[in-house]
């Protein structure tokens, strides 16, 4: 696996960028703009849900979902070229580890979100378990994304190998 | 930081002619969580700026941001006094001008922010003794 990235990361010019001496800081800051695009429109969008700011209609602020998912993709391709340049530095990382595990419940939570719930919330329905379904998604993809921000600062400070998770 | 600067862009955005028929001045209510966030950010950045004040006082890069963010907040004030709770209130030249400001300056922000961790040259103020 680590050889496998580490030769996607030469072979496309990714290492060469990463280790030049403003790589590392740009593709952070990109990284970072990418998250606040996210919680900017995501966040939002699930604070609503939960109950701030009934006067916006959950329709119209949908309309900036877009943003947070361009913002998303930008987080995808950045985080993509931090862990194919320093493979081992990321994969057995137990912050980046749990940094996944949220990202895939958040994943998860929308998916669900859109199936089962999404119809009704932005076509106005107010039925009591609707609601209290959609506060619950919401809380959820809320609590999600401030723990993959946590643990996105918490990267520098467990590195591997002198933190290991116990499954490595 | 992130809370800060995403209501920050979802505004500035809005401004700009995203989603046309979400009303500012219900949009500008995410301001109160706005405000709050910003109070974090001067808190851990006190914190951090206390634990190692040789290290950012002496970086040119830290000005940088420390400027952009206080700034930025002027604008948000600005945008929040002139939207909030007034519906009837138009989107006029300076506002989009002020978003655009305030989408330039957030990215200056955050990308100082990041460089700081590259850029400076001293760690602790006990060198120059």
């Known amino acids: ?168 | 930081m992130a809370f800060v600067v995403g209501i920050n862009f979802a505004v500035a955005l809005r401004l700009l002619g995203v989603a046309p028929r979400l009303e500012i001045s219900a949009l500008s209510r995410f301001y109160v969580i706005h405000w709050y966030a910003a109070a974090l950010i001067f808190i851990s950045g006190a914190a951090l700026l206390l634990a190692y004040p040789a290290k950012a006082l002496t970086n040119p890069v830290f000005y940088i941001k420390l400027c952009a963010v206080v700034i930025g907040l002027m604008i948000s004030k600005r945008i929040q006094s002139t939207f909030s709770n007034k519906p009837e209130v138009s989107i006029d030249r300076t506002s989009i001008k002020l978003a655009y400001l305030s989408i330039a300056l957030w990215i200056i922000t955050l990308t100082a922010g990041r460089f700081l961790a590259y850029t400076h040259s001293t760690l602790l103020a006990s060198r120059f003794y």
């Open chain 1, 1 to 168: 696996m680590i050889d496998f990235l580490l030769n996607f990361s030469q072979a496309t010019g990714i290492y060469a960028f990463m280790n030049s001496p403003w790589g590392w800081p740009i593709t952070e800051s990109i990284h970072f703009f990418g998250l606040c695009l996210l919680i900017g429109t995501v966040g939002l969008f699930d604070l609503r849900m939960m109950g701030f700011a009934k006067e916006i209609t959950l329709s119209e602020l949908h309309r900036l979902i877009p943003i947070g998912v361009a913002g998303y993709l930008l987080n995808v391709i950045t985080g993509t070229m931090f862990l194919s340049t320093a493979p081992d530095q990321y994969l057995y990382n137990p912050a980046v580890q749990s940094k996944l595990f949220f990202m895939l419940i958040a994943g998860i939570n929308m998916m669900f979100f859109y199936a089962t719930t999404a119809g009704d919330v932005k076509s106005g329905a107010s039925a009591s378990p609707l609601i209290l379904r959609a506060k619950i998604i919401a809380g959820i993809s809320l609590a999600c994304w401030c723990a993959v921000i946590v643990c996105g600062r918490l990267i520098t400070y467990y590195r591997p190998p002198y933190h290991w998770c116990f499954w490595c």
